[in-house]
């Protein structure tokens, strides 16, 4: 038994300066290098220098390993300017909803993305603001086989003041440019260009997110502080770049944000699932393109569907079949509450090559004007016991 008991001992101990040995902290950033887990605390800081330091800290040396996290701490953090993660493979998480906010400063503009986005020589902006950008470049290791894997979850984002005017190329002088801000961007390969015949390979899981921002008419064309709350893509913003993936956004709240989801590229052999998220005061709740890939969009609720002073309008599922597929869709359970002049749910099959079942969705409507489902797609779509209620 004292031998058992020393033996015991001696590897308690053992294990206990091994830990010591692999912890580094620099400032109030935590590397644990057994477990590539790198944990940032709230500063306190209201200007965003701090947070904002720290938190990109941690992404660049949670990039150099795959499968690593950054996990930010209970509290506040302010951030001066996006975050860019290049290659990034692994997880960021809070501490919870509610407990881990994230929010830009609101005492200025917050700074438009520049380079090193595109990799091109000297600043470069590109027309629009982020938060939080994840894109490849070309030293990917992102493969077919082997692709990369992002997963956000348990933590609220707040939009709280505007970004820098847009520089939107052929905008009309006229009009005035958005100052509005994107959440989360996650991209592919990124390029000026679009590259025939590549693929980017991404896995992405959102769980457990709240995105808030601020309704006002002052934030011209999108009506809200936040624009795109999570938005995803084969390459920046280009439509005909390919992608695939597995794609889940699942127990998300989206508040006063122009457009909840939005799955922009061409899509090859994935998958997308869409469940339990809440929306409140939304322009739109979802813009998607499937492509090639098996759609699921289920159990999720919708609230004053276009009631953003926002030109885009309002519709509740926005689906567009744009890419010669095959592609299949499923949508079922969901609940929408329309104002006047929203639409619940557009759905445009150009290719004629979708297939599949929209079946016991609720729309609501809350004005003579509202509309409930308008139906574009081939006979390969079947509709059934979708009542429509209001007006």
């Not at 300066?17 to 902290?25: D, G, I, K, T």
């Not at 996290?69 to 953090?77: A, D, E, N, S």
């Not at 064309?221 to 993936?245: E, P, V």
């Not at 949508?331 to 557009?346: K, P, S, V």
């Amino acid at each position: 038994m004292r031998l058992k008991s020393r033996k015991v001992i001696t590897i308690a101990i053992g294990l206990c300066f091994l830990l010591a040995l692999a912890s580094v902290s620099v400032g109030t950033t935590t590397a644990w290098r057994r477990h590539r887990t790198y944990l940032v605390s709230a500063s306190g800081d209201t200007s965003g220098v701090t947070d904002t330091a720290q938190i990109q800290a941690a992404f660049d040396k949670a990039v150099e390993h795959r499968r690593s996290t950054v996990k930010l701490g209970p509290g506040t953090f302010y951030l001066n300017k996006e975050i860019v993660a290049v290659n990034f493979d692994g997880t960021f998480k809070g501490a919870g909803k509610g407990k881990t906010i994230i929010q830009n400063t609101e005492n200025h503009p917050f700074p438009l993305l520049s380079d090193p986005y595109f990799g091109l020589d000297g600043p470069q902006q590109v027309g629009f603001a982020l938060m939080f950008l994840f894109y490849q470049n070309a030293d990917t290791e992102s493969t077919a086989h082997h692709p990369y894997t992002i997963k956000i979850s348990d933590m609220t984002i707040r939009v709280v003041g505007e970004s820098e005017e847009w520089q939107l190329p052929g905008w009309p002088d006229f009009l005035p440019n958005p100052t509005s801000i994107n959440p989360i961007m996650v991209t592919g390969i990124a390029r000026m260009e679009y590259v025939e015949g590549e693929i980017s390979y991404f896995n992405l899981f959102c769980q457990r997110l709240e995105l808030e921002g601020i309704i006002s008419s002052s934030y011209f064309l999108f009506g809200s502080s936040a624009a795109n709350g999570i938005q995803f893509a084969g390459s920046n913003w280009l439509y005909m770049s390919q992608l695939t993936g597995i794609f889940s956004v699942k127990d998300c709240t989206f508040k006063s944000i122009c457009c909840g989801i939005c799955a922009l590229g061409v899509f090859k052999d994935s998958l997308l699932h869409i469940q339990h998220n809440t929306f409140d005061g939304v322009a739109w709740g979802m813009e998607l393109y499937p492509g090639n890939m098996l759609c699921i969009i289920v159990n999720n609720d919708m609230h004053e569907v276009g009631t953003l002073p926002s030109l885009f309008g309002g519709i509740g599922i926005y689906l567009e079949q744009h890419d010669a597929g095959p592609g299949k869709i499923l949508i079922i359970r969901n609940t929408i509450e329309c104002a006047d002049y929203a639409i619940g749910m557009l759905l445009d099959d150009v290719t004629t090559s979708l297939s599949g079942c929209v079946i016991y969705n609720t729309i609501i409507l809350e004005g003579p004007n509202a509309v409930g489902i308008i139906n574009l797609c081939n006979e390969n779509v079947k509709f059934h016991h979708n009542p429509i209620l209001g007006p």
